[in-house]
């Protein structure tokens, strides 16, 4: 094995290239054909021991895996690998090389180097210009010394600042090297407790997440604790850290960085110097993260019921607003601090009545459905919070009109050119398209319609052959709402329109980017983790067979499956989202291991008690670890649920592969709409 044939493998494992072709990885990896089908006999020659065709090749050319793999199991695999088995390339020799000098304390000649990597002494000996033109780059140097061997040199910080750069550049090597059983033999272990075992710091690391309500992504979380592991030795060879100047405290990282010395320093019996507190702090910076900041384990809840919340006003304004994914993000955050036992504090703010005064139709479609949050909170909403959640609506609707742009519009007026000019004007002020002509009623014969996308006309126009939108010559709140109804009907006539899913449909790799730093729909879900025609008694059994998937990946144990039958005992069927389409769900603290989604298509749809949507068809589990991770992936969810097209086509998917591109592919298309008509914005 070696790099190209391990990231074929994690290429056709990836969920979005679950199937991918001969010509696809040629062209991916810049070889041949007959190169690729090479590395698929090695491959398959390396995996026996899992299955006797991992990786198939059918007579069209396409590659996929065998459908009894399991995937977690693989990337354990892959990262486990020695290097006896897998083939070091020219540059993972030289950071292999770095690691080791790194690691040591001592001289360590050329043979141990080779001997540990499987290659000849003459090969590391050639490798290491390039190990010294890496470490020029830090301002650190290898010191050859005869008949002893090699050691680094340099400023301590440069080190670790060389280290962190190959941790973040080939974190899988990394882990990969730190895996080798004979690495032991490069580390001083009577001065430290390390013992080559990373459980520990991954430990400590968690405890800190917990404690500090802030939540690593998972490579940010792996890079962290093999810099720790570097740190912990180091430290504990005596090598200090002097930085140059301070870092800057900030809060979050400072309170962070100090919890994780204080931990280590404790259980590995170290005494850190403060300027280690500010090298992991800046450390900590570069991460990325997934934030908690008010723990509240009910928060899907909440976020169903903001959903419904949304949906209702949209209904009563005639405008969509389920679209606005900031709308769905924020409102759901103020409404999880609402129902909050403090509750909220409001700032003096002297405008808002003055805006509600100005909105009344949007303070009248509030009113109307605000019994739905009412019954959440078992509590009468103030008027004071109403008021505030119509500032959070009126938002939406400015920001939509506002992002309506490159429409083309003709604007048909016969009362003279200065009342033309005005209702062109009040259109701008409201809206941001282009408007192509402003004609009299005569002139429309001789103009060509074709290249406008909406006709606003002040005079009616039935009879002529073509929609348009009557207004007055002054426009009003009605003319406002119809103009925004109309702008929205074109921008989701991509969606709306669909009419065929193309079965054999093979997915770009860039739908998981749709959302950008956060995890999309078809991503979260994955192939692995759909089933169909499974057989189910009732609604709990059909929850317990969609569960059994997450249970089996190890992402929740069987409390969390219970507490999601408890809660709909409790609360009743509101979990059922859409017709035909339940979404179990409960608290994160009843036995969630990691962020997690399965679906499954039942054989025989059961019923979940809600007459207008049952029987269900489909059960959706989530698990989730904090308010934000899932958020993206259940907002594209509840809106594609809202198509049609989708409900009949993730029927008609005769395989898990197919149901899951028809899911990727609505998903695309959603986000691609969401794009280009602006309502999404991805700050």
């Given at each position: 094995m070696d790099k190209r044939k391990v990231n074929i493998v994690y290429q056709i494992i990836n969920k979005s290239y679950q199937n991918t072709s001969l010509y696809k990885l040629a062209n991916d990896f810049s070889v041949s054909e007959r190169t690729i089908r090479n590395d698929i006999v090695k491959i398959n020659q390396y995996f026996s021991y899992i299955s006797d065709k991992f990786l198939k090749l059918d007579s069209s050319g396409?590659?996929?895996?065998?459908?009894?793999?399991?995937?977690?199991?693989?990337?354990?695999?892959l990262k486990g690998m020695n290097f006896y088995d897998y083939t070091l390339s020219k540059e993972e020799r030289v950071f292999v090389n770095i690691c080791i000098l790194i690691l040591s304390n001592r001289y360590v000649t050329y043979q141990e180097i080779a001997k540990f990597m499987y290659v000849s002494r003459f090969t590391v000996i050639d490798d290491f210009s390039s190990v010294n033109d890496f470490l020029k780059d830090f301002n650190l140097e290898v010191f050859s010394l005869s008949n002893k061997g090699l050691k680094i040199h340099g400023l301590e910080r440069n080190i670790r600042k060389a280290i962190l750069n190959i941790i973040i550049n080939d974190t899988e090597l990394v882990a990969r090297f730190l895996k080798q059983e004979t690495l032991n033999k490069f580390i001083d272990l009577k001065r430290t407790k390390i013992e080559g075992n990373l459980e520990i710091i991954y430990k400590i690391i968690k405890e800190v997440e917990y404690e500090n309500k802030t939540y690593f992504t998972d490579i940010s979380l792996e890079r962290l604790s093999y810099y720790l592991y570097f740190m912990i030795i180091r430290i504990s060879y005596g090598e200090i850290v002097e930085m140059k100047k301070k870092t800057d405290n900030c809060q979050k990282n400072g309170k962070m960085a100090t919890d994780l010395l204080k931990r280590i320093g404790q259980y590995f019996d170290l005494e850190i110097e403060e300027d280690e507190f500010g090298l992991l702090q800046e450390m900590l910076g570069r991460l990325n993260y997934i934030r908690r900041e008010v723990n509240n384990p009910d928060i899907i809840k909440i976020q169903m019921v903001t959903r419904k919340f949304i949906e209702l006003v949209s209904s009563s304004l005639n405008i969509n607003l389920n679209n606005d994914y900031n709308l769905f993000m924020n409102l759901s955050s103020h409404l999880e601090r609402l129902f909050s036992s403090s509750g909220i504090k409001y700032p003096e703010y002297f405008g808002i009545d003055k805006i509600v005064e100005k909105n009344k139709v949007v303070l009248k479609a509030v009113e109307e459905n605000i019994k739905i949050l009412e019954e959440y909170a078992k509590k009468e909403i103030s008027y004071t919070d109403i008021k505030f959640i119509v500032v959070y609506i009126c938002v939406a609707i400015e920001k939509k009109k506002k992002s309506v742009k490159d429409l083309s519009v003709i604007i048909v007026c016969n009362n003279g050119i200065s009342t033309s000019q005005l209702l062109k004007e009040q259109l701008l002020k409201y809206f941001d398209f282009i408007i192509i002509e402003v004609l009299s009623l005569h002139q429309l014969e001789n103009v060509s319609?074709?290249?406008?996308?909406?006709?606003?006309?002040?005079?009616?126009?039935?009879?002529?052959?073509?929609?348009?939108?009557?207004?007055?010559?002054?426009?009003?709140?009605?003319?406002?709402?119809?103009?925004?109804?109309?702008?929205?009907?074109?921008?989701?006539?991509?969606?709306?329109?669909?009419?065929?899913?193309?079965?054999?449909?093979?997915?770009?790799?860039?739908?998981?980017?749709?959302?950008?730093?956060?995890?999309?729909?078809?991503?979260?879900?994955?192939?692995?983790?759909?089933?169909?025609?499974?057989?189910?008694?009732?609604?709990?059994?059909?929850?317990?067979?969609?569960?059994?998937?997450?249970?089996?990946?190890?992402?929740?144990?069987?409390?969390?499956?219970?507490?999601?039958?408890?809660?709909?005992?409790?609360?009743?069927?509101?979990?059922?989202?859409?017709?035909?389409?339940?979404?179990?769900?409960?608290?994160?603290?009843?036995?969630?291991?990691?962020?997690?989604?399965?679906?499954?298509?039942?054989?025989?749809?059961?019923?979940?008690?809600?007459?207008?949507?049952?029987p269900i068809e489909f059960v959706c589990v989530m698990s989730t670890i904090d308010n934000k991770a899932h958020l993206k992936a259940l907002f594209t969810l509840v809106n594609i649920l809202k198509l049609d097209g989708f409900h009949r086509d993730i029927r008609k998917a005769k395989t898990s592969e197919s149901l899951f591109n028809v899911i990727a592919y609505y998903e695309q298309e959603f986000n691609r709409n969401l794009k280009s008509g602006g309502v999404y914005n991805e700050s």
């Open positions: 396409m590659v996929y895996l065998d459908k009894d793999i399991n995937i977690k199991d693989v990337k354990e695999a319609l074709q290249h406008a996308d909406l006709i606003i006309s002040t005079i009616p126009l039935d009879g002529y052959g073509f929609e348009y939108i009557h207004v007055s010559p002054i426009l009003g709140i009605e003319d406002i709402v119809n103009i925004d109804k109309k702008l929205d009907d074109i921008k989701m006539d991509s969606i709306r329109g669909f009419k065929k899913i193309n079965k054999n449909y093979t997915l770009p790799q860039s739908i998981k980017n749709n959302f950008i730093n956060a995890i999309g729909l078809s991503e979260l879900l994955g192939v692995e983790n759909i089933e169909i025609d499974v057989l189910a008694k009732d609604w709990r059994d059909s929850i317990r067979k969609a569960a059994r998937i997450l249970e089996k990946n190890g992402d929740i144990n069987q409390r969390y499956t219970e507490s999601m039958i408890n809660n709909v005992e409790k609360n009743g069927p509101y979990i059922v989202i859409s017709k035909g389409f339940a979404l179990p769900h409960s608290k994160y603290d009843q036995g969630v291991n990691r962020l997690g989604m399965s679906l499954i298509r039942l054989s025989k749809p059961v019923e979940y008690g809600i007459k207008e949507l049952d």
